[in-house]
């Protein structure tokens, strides 16, 4: 645990393979394994690297019939459950468990089910992917060999090496355990290197030295047989940490796991988003444009949009600070969070804010509604009273988004509860469309006809994603500069 911190230019790694080999390699062995890859999201932000691509909001099992069936090789199931208690958590992910048992029994098509979650290891986890192996091995009579851990996110900064994870900021590689992530109110942890992260959020079920690691040098020598005869010991759901710093370390990876799983392995992923679009076979292209995102901006009439930050990290907050003082067509709102401590205080607030951005939107104006940047604690420290208080703030600020009454001409939403709460319970999506990225890691949707605003362009802006000129430059976009 005394890992440092280092320049990004200092980081000296093995040379990468050579590109077109290793996506030959990774097509060879795709085409071994017919599976749709279900992905469950803990919070609306795990698609910020793939496109066209739907994402349902629930998961009855009719739903799960249809993600299935339906053409492409992704489907993602949002869960929000990072907004979750523990036993909210374990009660959904039971559920889905059973549905998608049934699913796959009424369709007759197999899976593999990413649990995707945050690239800075916050989440539920173990519970999770825990649940799922124990109703999914139950119902569907199959045995999860292993869990593949892999938090890696090149859009985020996040690299993994030495088994050590490391988030970009500025020049510098900081291990994620000396992170403001790690000191999070709910989820925190004090292990980088991922192998004792592992024993450390499992309570020691799973030791260290029991991980199985895939380093680096593996990846880039390219060792495939090596890696995949790793995957094929691994048993009675093994823990397996993988190393990755580019792409590639991930392409080369998901080429030994398709062998291992068209020889007969299982195994249940929790990882960030950057596995999730290789295994989906989803190639990159370019940022989208205003008018991909917005159409009919030109023609709104001089409405103003509409943008709602919840996330309380540093990160955002300068993100915030810069968008405020830089874009001169917003209106910054804030909501007093303060009111969660007085009876009634948060729906006079709630009644307050939108008033107030409602007005701003039909003057043509963009209105910025933000949570005060005081972080508010329950004095008892409770995790579960703290994620309470989290979630029932987040609940009043993004019904903003439900109550406002004018179509803004954009929405963009900052932070992984808030975005979760503006799509399912302020504007109702069941089914999305994902368009694509506006800005690295930050994703974009359509929403479904049966929405409050059917067809809007939904930017969900991950609360720890971007430097301190992303949130601005986005809203640059949307706004036309």
């Not at 040379?15 to 990774?26: I, K, M, S, Y």
């Not at 999201?41 to 795990?46: A, S």
């Not at 000191?183 to 450390?200: G, I, K, P, Q």
Request: net charge negative; with cysteine; glycine share 10%.
């Amino acid at each position: 645990m005394n890992e440092k911190s280092i320049p990004r230019s200092a980081l000296h790694l093995p040379p990468l393979p050579d590109e077109t080999a290793v996506r030959e390699a990774l097509a060879r062995a795709r085409a071994l394994v017919d599976r749709k890859i279900l992905v469950l999201d803990d919070d609306p932000t795990g698609i910020q690297t793939v496109y066209d691509v739907p994402v349902y909001t629930d998961w009855s099992q009719k739903t799960l019939c249809r993600a299935l069936c339906e053409a492409g090789s992704l489907a993602f199931i949002l869960t929000n459950s990072r907004g979750l208690t523990a036993p909210e958590t374990a009660a959904v992910h039971t559920e889905i468990a059973r549905h998608l048992a049934a699913a796959a029994e009424e369709t007759g098509r197999r899976f593999l089910l990413v649990s995707r979650s945050d690239s800075t290891l916050r989440g539920h986890y173990p519970l999770e992917t825990s649940v799922l192996r124990r109703e999914l091995e139950a119902r569907l009579g199959c045995r999860y060999d292993g869990e593949i851990l892999m938090p890696y996110f090149r859009e985020g900064g996040r690299l993994t090496v030495g088994n050590v994870h490391y988030v970009e900021t500025g020049e510098l590689l900081v291990p994620a355990g000396q992170t403001e992530f790690a000191r999070d109110t709910t989820f925190a942890y004090t292990s980088s290197d991922l192998t004792e992260w592992c024993a450390e959020r499992t309570g020691g079920a799973y030791p260290a030295e029991s991980v199985v690691t895939v380093s680096l040098e593996e990846l880039r020598a390219p060792d495939y047989d090596g890696i995949t005869r790793k995957l094929l010991s691994v048993h009675d759901f093994g823990k397996v940490v993988v190393n990755a710093a580019d792409d590639r370390d991930v392409e080369v990876f998901a080429a030994a796991l398709f062998r291992a799983v068209a020889g007969g392995r299982e195994f249940m992923f929790r990882c960030a988003a950057g596995l999730v679009r290789v295994l989906g076979g989803v190639e990159r292209r370019s940022l989208l444009t205003r008018s991909q995102i917005c159409p009919d901006c030109p023609g709104r009439g001089g409405v103003g949009g509409l943008v709602i930050v919840g996330s309380h990290v540093e990160k955002t907050t300068r993100q915030l600070q810069c968008l405020l003082e830089n874009v001169p067509e917003t209106e910054g709102i804030c909501f007093d969070a303060s009111g969660a401590l007085r009876p009634g205080g948060l729906a006079a607030e709630e009644n307050r804010v939108t008033l107030a951005a409602e007005a701003a939107v039909r003057a043509g104006r963009t209105a910025v509604v933000y949570t005060s940047r005081k972080v508010l604690r329950v004095d008892s420290g409770s995790s579960e009273e703290n994620l309470d208080l989290s979630v029932r703030i987040s609940g009043a600020v993004t019904a903003v988004a439900a109550h406002i009454g004018v179509r803004p001409t954009f929405l963009v939403a900052k932070g992984g509860i808030t975005s979760s709460d503006v799509g399912i319970k302020a504007l109702g999506v069941r089914r999305a469309w994902v368009l694509g990225q506006i800005a690295p890691g930050v994703p974009v949707w359509r929403t479904g006809e049966e929405s409050r605003f059917p067809g809007l362009g939904y930017v969900i802006f991950p609360g720890n994603v971007g430097d301190v000129q992303t949130l601005k430059d986005v809203v640059s976009v949307l706004l036309g500069h």
